[in-house]
């Protein structure tokens, strides 16, 4: 069916906001308070298709709360849940059995913690929902935005939400609702890494142009109940080396919060170059580690996720602006990958581009370029903090041993502030070698105490989409995985997707079908980073489908 056959609703506001997360929930509530002291009224609505806001939330996290003081200076008097302060930070080079750790003195600032809070993101984000509701922002869970809208001079409108009751078949079902278009007069993108509408908006307006590619790792995230004698509530453990080699980008965490949980995971850089590479099976290798498993031992594992995460850096922050809108956290990359940190980033993001949006529309102004934000942006600390980051990337793709004497000497000697700045040019997609080129990975069995399988794993999460919908991983060309990735590559999507989605299995001929098992996806995004011909497009499902993460 044909969206220009379809009749839909439409409701308008001033501003409308693409995502639920720290970024867009920061950046209604900033526009909200900017109109109270302002005596102007402003529209907001912010759109999730997460069932709930924080339902697809996934982070480590240790929070750093500068953007926060800055949004809501009392929110410690308003219950936010950020309730475990770091109070000891551990630095890990680790081996196959065991591990260095280096004075913490000699760790350059941006590894240091002091100040900051172990959190779940989500009850974070959770929380800000509440705040953003208070001041009269109007939030709808739910409801997936799936096509941007343009007016007659190319400029965003706004978006509209999926159609509901479509069937596999693509036909409408008797449960058949159309979808409904919110209009603004400018439209925020805080969708996350890797953005279903900020990817289109970067082509489109060619906002990457001068700047190097933008790359990627994915975050496989666990949350454990420990045994209370090895919990140490505010302990942050972070890790390098092992199980990855030393040209493979990447670390772990274990992050000690409260109730006697931990939080632990691992990121891979998407940047590798072995094809049998399994990002799910390095997770459980280093489970195993003494260093980790210690704290295992006699405790439960109650939650599992994984999220893509925007790696790049400053040299890889698009253009911020387009006619009638913006884009905010992590759908523009503001991340900084030496601290693994993007939640403050994000908040401050959604912040200064509430402070352009919010003058805007009470000037009259509708669907120009908001100027006033990559302005903002270029002056902040967030701009010097991602700046001083910015050859930490550029150095670890040059293997470990050598990437981190190097950004210590940059961090330790110059502050950051080096006189050069090292350039990427291979996007993470063109790095994957052939597999005749590789060797094969051989990855122990799980244990079902420590290490365990994908599917159970995938059962925590919490995963759901209804089955009856067409399936929102499509392929350009449904035969070039078979053609293509499995004879020169070795089918490598059933080894980086996390969620058992993609497989390849024998026909009844006895030949290769490749399998997408779209039900399991828990949306992060790796297969439409990492798939070598870029033949894997990930779109918006029903609103609500997905993980519904309780705690992460």
């Not at 997460?50 to 996934?58: C, D, V």
Request: proline share 7%.
């Amino acid at each position: 069916m044909s969206q220009s056959a379809i009749e839909r609703e439409s409701m308008e506001y001033d501003v409308v906001i693409v995502g639920g997360g720290p970024a867009g929930l920061a950046a209604a509530i900033r526009i909200k308070q900017w109109a109270a002291g302002n005596g102007a009224e402003i529209g907001v609505c912010v759109l999730e298709k997460g069932s709930e806001i924080g339902a697809h939330i996934l982070s480590g996290a240790v929070m750093d709360p500068i953007a926060l003081n800055e949004l809501l200076p009392d929110w410690q008097e308003r219950g936010a849940p950020l309730r475990s302060p770091v109070t000891e930070d551990r630095f890990l080079f680790l081996t196959a059995t065991g591990a260095v750790a280096p004075p913490h003195a000699l760790l350059p600032a941006c590894f240091h913690n002091d100040g900051c809070h172990v959190v779940s993101l989500a009850n974070v984000v959770r929380w800000l929902g509440q705040q953003a509701e208070a001041l009269g922002v109007e939030i709808f869970p739910g409801f997936a935005a799936a096509e941007i809208l343009y007016d007659a001079q190319g400029a965003v409108r706004g978006v509209a939400t999926g159609n509901l009751g479509v069937g596999k078949d693509g036909a409408p079902t008797d449960n058949f609702q159309p979808g409904v278009e919110l209009l603004g007069k400018y439209t925020l993108f805080a969708e996350g890494a890797r953005g279903h509408l900020g990817k289109q908006l970067l082509a489109r307006f060619n906002l990457m142009e001068g700047r190097d590619p933008q790359t990627w790792g994915i975050g496989i995230k666990e949350v454990w109940q420990i045994d209370p004698a090895l919990h140490r509530q505010g302990l942050v453990i972070h890790t390098a080396g092992y199980p990855l080699d030393n040209a493979t980008y990447g670390g772990g965490w274990m992050y000690h919060f409260e109730d006697g949980q931990v939080s632990l995971g691992l990121v891979v850089g998407l940047g590798y170059e072995n094809p049998y590479l399994e990002p799910f099976q390095e997770f459980q290798r280093w489970k195993a580690h003494p260093q980790v498993a210690r704290f295992l031992q006699g405790g439960k594992r109650v939650a599992y996720g994984a999220r893509a995460i925007n790696a790049s850096g400053w040299q890889s922050v698009p253009k911020l602006v387009f006619p009638g809108g913006a884009l905010i956290g992590c759908d523009a990359g503001f991340l900084n990958a030496p601290r693994i940190k993007g939640s403050h980033a994000a908040i401050k993001s959604g912040m200064l581009a509430a402070e352009a949006v919010a003058p805007a529309v009470a000037a009259g102004r509708a669907h120009d370029e908001l100027a006033e934000y990559p302005a903002a942006y270029e002056r902040s600390w967030l701009h010097d903090e991602l700046y001083r980051a910015r050859n930490f990337k550029p150095w670890l793709d040059k293997g470990l041993r050598l990437g981190a004497v190097m950004f210590s000497i940059d961090q330790l000697l110059f502050r950051g502030k080096a006189p050069w700045t090292l350039r990427r040019r291979k996007a993470d997609h063109e790095k994957l070698r052939p597999a005749a080129q590789c060797r094969p990975i051989e990855y122990p069995r799980p244990d079902g105490r420590i290490t365990f399988d994908k599917l159970s794993s995938v059962y925590l999460s919490n995963t759901n989409h209804e089955e009856n919908q067409p399936a929102h991983l499509t392929l350009k060309d449904p035969a070039m995985p078979v053609a293509v990735n499995l004879p020169k590559y070795a089918g490598p999507e059933a080894r980086y997707c996390p969620a058992g989605v993609y497989e390849y299995v024998k026909d009844e001929a006895g030949g290769d079908r490749f399998q997408i098992n779209f039900q399991n996806c828990v949306h992060c995004k790796t297969c439409d980073i990492k798939d070598p011909m870029q033949n894997i497009v990930w779109v918006v499902p029903e609103g609500g489908g997905g993980p519904n993460y309780p705690n992460m």
